[in-house]
């Protein structure tokens, strides 16, 4: 049986599909080609993470798949209902990356509370002719043990990036329209753990507490973040978004910068990938990856071992 992983997939899951008896294709074939080659390849399993688009044509079109997975969290670029109504199982991986994006999220954080992003510019350009302005400059950072995070999204990712908060001192605060409350285990390098419960609050209330400001939560059609929600955040708030683009008015966000309610903000995804606004790129109080939440090795290698994991469990 033909697995074909269009967006590409780990070594460690084409060994475990290889093991088990199947074929695995890496091949990344255009989104306008990609009908005809599951059907001349006869593949059974289409493995997508976001560049591919899985809608109804083509799960019309293509009667021998069995298995639509996405490798990560976020289905939106996949039809999953009309998918089941049509038979086809369709799969993600939502825990495999979550440590990664929190990770990522405290990268950030920690790089605007202390300016690198600006540092690490500036300092090759004049780290020799203007050291004194530069260290005077940027000699204001902020620590983040004893400030608040609050948690827009208290999932899986959330919860994460609640831990790594708890493990550098911070308190947390989360908002979730799921959740009442949820317990965090903090495991450390020699076996101890410590457990706390997390009791979650009202959106109006993490933004009204939160020195520091993440959100996780899944693509919708309304803002999450606007400038009625700005409003009531903070001053020198510094804001992260490592969901995804369009929860959050990236107009707004220049505005409330521009008024210093938000002192800095860290994107991963933006409205408008993969060509973010040209405002975003050259604004010096945002720190910017290019979507890059779920990607470290350690990441990648169990989002391809979970989804080898579940087709061999499905098809056997």
Partial sequence: MKVLANDGISQSGIDALEKAGYEVITTTVAQEQLINYINEKDIAVLL?????????????????????????????????????????????????????????????????????????????????????????????????????????????????????????????????????????????????KVNFDIKTVSKEDVLKQADFLTLHVPAQKEYVIDEAEFKIMKEGVIIANAARGGVLNEVALVKAIESGKVAGAALDVFEKEPKPEMQLLMNSALSLTPHIGAATNQAQDRIGEELATQIISILG
């Avoid at 999953?80 to 993600?92: D, Q």
């Avoid at 995070?149 to 799921?178: E, Y």
């Fill in 48 to 192: 997508v993470r976001s560049a591919t688009t899985v809608r109804q044509d083509l799960i019309d079109a293509c009667p021998g798949l069995k298995i639509i997975g996405r490798g990560g969290v976020g289905m939106d670029n996949i039809d999953v209902e009309y998918a089941r109504e049509k038979g086809l199982s369709v799969i993600n991986t939502p825990a495999a990356s979550s440590h990664s994006v929190a990770e990522l999220v405290f990268g950030h954080f920690y790089g605007l509370a202390r300016f690198l992003h600006n540092s690490n510019r500036d300092m090759p350009l004049e780290g020799d002719s203007n050291f004194k302005g530069l260290k005077k400059a940027y000699a204001k950072g902020t620590e983040l043990k004893g400030k608040t995070l609050g948690v827009l999204g208290f999932g899986r990712i959330g919860q994460a990036t609640a831990k790594v908060a708890l493990g550098a001192g911070m308190k947390v605060v989360a908002f979730d329209p799921f959740l009442e409350q949820a317990n965090l285990e903090l495991e450390f390098f020699d076996g101890q």
